[in-house]
């Protein structure tokens, strides 16, 4: 319950920018797929051309060509990630400018860090070190490529002591410097002595609190 009051804001305006520039982002994505189709009948032109006709062709295949590649992408809002492979945060970072959030009340992530869906079973968390550090974000492999520069990434989770006191026990996640990364407060439980009729969280903090966290995201 506290966890939702905490993100709600975010995930309010989050919501709010998805609708506002839904428009924008469909005639992007629109247009972006009717270049590519002009791209390729201008490459089947070019292909079967002579002379000024093939070199005119060639040149607005390759303009095109150049267009496209340095045009970016246009993508819905997004500011939390919760259940997101490393590989798939990546591409989240690149999408949103360099910033994202991986905010939960579970512990999930660290199983994925861990290699949850690694067929060797192998810890994959350098995009956490380095949307820690700032370290300049690059992946090339088959199919996928990936540029970041000065990554950023918030981490927010409201997890179980256990989870904490196993992380140590995860592969290089000591050894490689995540765990010293994170703030850690572990509050004196109230098990057994929990007040099961707490006052509710008064609605003038609750507005206040969620008037001046969209204010800041208001913010150019």
């Given amino acids: 319950a506290v966890f939702a009051a905490v993100t709600k804001p975010l995930e309010d305006h989050e919501r709010s920018e998805a609708q506002r520039t839904s428009t924008e982002v469909a005639r992007h994505r629109a247009e972006h797929q009717i270049k590519e189709s002009i791209l390729r009948k201008l490459t ?3 292909a079967g051309a002579k002379g000024k006709d093939r070199d005119q ?27 997101c492979t490393p590989e798939r945060l990546a591409t989240l970072l690149r999408e949103q400018g360099g910033r994202i959030a991986v905010m939960s009340a579970e512990g999930d992530v660290f199983d994925l860090m861990a290699g949850r869906y690694s067929s060797k ?19 090339d492999r088959v199919g996928r490529s990936e540029f970041v520069k000065a990554p950023a990434i918030t981490i927010g989770l409201a997890v179980q002591p256990d989870v904490i006191r196993g992380l140590a026990e995860k592969p290089g996640f000591r050894g490689r410097g995540l765990l ?41």
Avoid at 61 to 83: G, H, K, N, Q
Avoid at 121 to 139: A, E, P, Q, S, Y
Avoid at 183 to 211: C, N, T
């Fill in 121 to 139: 079973g192998m810890g994959n968390f350098g995009i956490f070190l380095k949307g820690h550090g700032g370290d300049t974000l690059r992946v």
């Fill in 57 to 83: 062709c060639t040149q607005n295949a390759a303009a095109l060509a150049v267009e496209l590649e340095t045009a970016s992408a246009a993508s819905p809002t997004r500011y939390i990630a919760d259940d």
């Fill in 44 to 46: 089947e032109q070019a």
């Fill in 180 to 220: 010293a990364r994170f703030l850690y407060a572990l509050p004196v439980s109230l098990l057994g002595r929990r007040d099961l009729d707490a006052p509710p969280m008064p609605d003038e903090i609750r507005a206040a609190y969620h008037a001046n966290v969209i204010a800041l995201l208001n913010l150019p």
